[in-house]
């Protein structure tokens, strides 16, 4: 059967830097373009169209890797028609090997094939882009997927741990994740707060930004 293409930024193989999986020998695959203009974005490069690819060539670029994992990232690949066949080929290609999909909160995640792990920010007010977000996708987690919140002040931890604690998100999922946002808050601050607020949700920082190996 004939698929369609989808619009892609970039591949690599790199470590993986923004969940319970980080450390981990990732093969990424961003995809082009994105619904939303964070204020502290570092993704910039995706917003143009990219280059249109065959989700077959995508695939298969994945299976000859010798990755531990896979994530499809953006941009924002939700928005992108093609992204759940690609995600489907991944994960039945692979070898068993766990396929991540990093989206932004702003689109149902229901698309998202079972099998295949979300990675979903919850946008803070300090983003510039809370309200886009679709928050009945905290109803819809399973237990393999997890969320991130990026809090770049006191104002976004306290608006995170309502969310937290309003839609019980630590029992929806895998895991809740908090990042400081780099140059806006310090990682002690955040860790401090974390440990005054008794939330089960666990500080992250991004590893990759450490390592820099692309
Ligand atoms: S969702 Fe991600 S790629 Fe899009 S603007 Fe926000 S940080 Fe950048």
Request: charged share 25%; hydrophobic share 40%; with cysteine.
């Amino acid at each position: 059967m004939k698929t369609k293409p989808v619009w892609v930024n970039e591949t690599f193989t790199s470590i993986q830097g923004e969940s319970t999986w980080a450390g981990l020998s990732c093969f990424f695959v961003r995809l082009s373009g994105c619904n939303l203009r964070c204020s502290y974005c570092d993704t910039t490069h995706a917003y143009p169209r990219g280059r249109k690819t065959s989700i077959r060539s995508l695939a298969r670029r994945f299976f000859d890797s010798s990755a531990a994992i896979a994530e499809i990232t953006g941009g924002e690949p939700l928005s992108q028609s093609g992204f759940r066949e690609l995600a489907i080929r991944m994960r039945d290609g692979g070898g068993g090997r766990p396929v991540l999909v990093e989206t932004n909160g702003s689109r149902n995640i229901s698309l998202i094939p079972d099998g295949v792990i979300a990675i979903m920010d919850v946008k803070c007010p300090g983003s510039g882009e809370a309200a886009a977000m679709d928050l009945e996708n905290l109803k819809r987690l399973r237990p393999q997927d997890e969320v991130k919140f990026v809090v770049a002040d006191r104002k976004d931890f306290e608006w995170a741990c309502r969310v937290v604690r309003k839609y019980k998100v630590v029992a929806q999922c895998h895991a809740v994740l908090f990042s400081p946002v780099e140059g806006r808050l310090t990682p002690a601050a955040l860790a401090k707060w974390v440990l005054d607020s008794g939330l089960p949700v666990r500080v992250q920082l991004q590893l990759h930004k450490v390592i820099h190996v692309k």
